[in-house]
């Protein structure tokens, strides 16, 4: 197996030998098999590998979404396993911002109300998310559209959206799972080029779950996943991703498609 330990920096999340096993009448899943993997606060890491690979659910473990069947994980050094719900709830409203595929945004409410409703859980007053949601929406290229519902964005839109409401409460760690997904190359483009920014910007941790090769470009390293366990992790300087091409294979995409 890879080495999967970051260097001797500051590690934000820590996974040590950490089992995901499910149980299916007599067979036996196991989903993820002894994974240790430290990530590095502020850094940019992709998560990736084929369906059934086992990606879905490490991203899941580090974002206090599900639990291990055994082993820990640790985010900014407290151990999940430690923390009961109320607390698990606080991490993932205060610490954690989350980015999915489908954009999961409410379609009654505006872009503005999508993006304050973190806020108003993490307890602000009208004055302030009103406020604090225009200037995220400001800083992903929004500020015309605060009052648009979703239905009367583009695809593109609604991501950005969404990461706005990703980092409505300035988290230190960013989750998005298959964020390019359902959009187009030029679209997808920019959407990994805004990631970065929010990456550089706010200094998050960015943790990236994907099959897409065209959202490596930002990354600072890449995990691969095989039936559940980590096959390499590649640094910076052993990905290569040419513009225009899907990986430096030169398969060219159309834009648009």
Request: glycine letters at 8%.
């Given at each position: 197996m890879a080495n999967s330990s970051g260097s001797n920096g500051d590690n934000i999340i820590e996974v040590k030998e950490v089992w995901k096993t499910y149980r299916m009448g007599d067979t036996t899943l196991h989903a993820l098999k002894g994974i240790n993997l430290k990530i590095r606060r502020g850094e940019y890491l992709s998560i990736m590998g084929p369906s059934g690979s086992g990606k879905t659910t490490l991203f899941n473990m580090v974002g206090a979404l599900d639990r291990p069947s055994k082993g820990?994980?640790?985010?900014?050094?407290?151990?999940?396993?430690?923390?009961?719900?109320?607390?698990?709830?606080?991490?993932?409203?205060h610490r954690i911002g989350y980015i999915f595929q489908s954009f999961n945004l409410?379609?009654?409410?505006?872009?503005?109300?999508?993006?304050?409703?973190?806020?108003?859980?993490?307890?602000?007053?009208?004055?302030?998310?009103?406020?604090?949601?225009?200037?995220?929406?400001?800083?992903?290229?929004?500020?015309?559209?605060?009052?648009?519902?979703?239905l009367e964005l583009s695809g593109g839109q609604q991501q950005r959206v969404a990461i706005a409401r990703?980092?409505?409460?300035?988290?230190?760690?960013?989750?998005?799972?298959?964020?390019?997904?359902?959009?187009?190359?030029?679209?997808?483009?920019?959407?990994?080029?805004?990631?970065?920014?929010m990456n550089k910007e706010i200094g998050a941790t960015i943790i990236i779950n994907t099959h897409d090769h065209k959202m490596l470009v930002a990354s600072d390293r890449v995990v691969d996943l095989s039936d559940g366990a980590i096959e390499k992790i590649r640094?910076?300087?052993?990905?290569?991703?040419?513009?225009?091409?899907?990986?430096?294979?030169?398969?060219?995409?159309?834009?648009?498609?």
């Open positions: 820990q994980v640790l985010v900014e050094g407290t151990e999940l396993n430690t923390l009961n719900q109320r607390q698990i709830a606080y991490l993932r409203c409410i379609p009654v409410m505006t872009a503005l109300d999508n993006v304050a409703l973190p806020m108003v859980f993490a307890g602000l007053s009208k004055n302030e998310y009103e406020e604090k949601a225009r200037r995220k929406l400001v800083q992903v290229g929004l500020g015309d559209r605060v009052d648009h519902k979703p990703a980092i409505a409460n300035d988290p230190a760690i960013i989750l998005a799972d298959e964020p390019t997904g359902n959009l187009d190359l030029h679209t997808g483009t920019e959407i990994i080029e805004l990631l970065k920014e640094n910076r300087d052993e990905i290569h991703i040419e513009e225009g091409t899907i990986a430096g294979l030169g398969i060219e995409e159309e834009e648009g498609k």
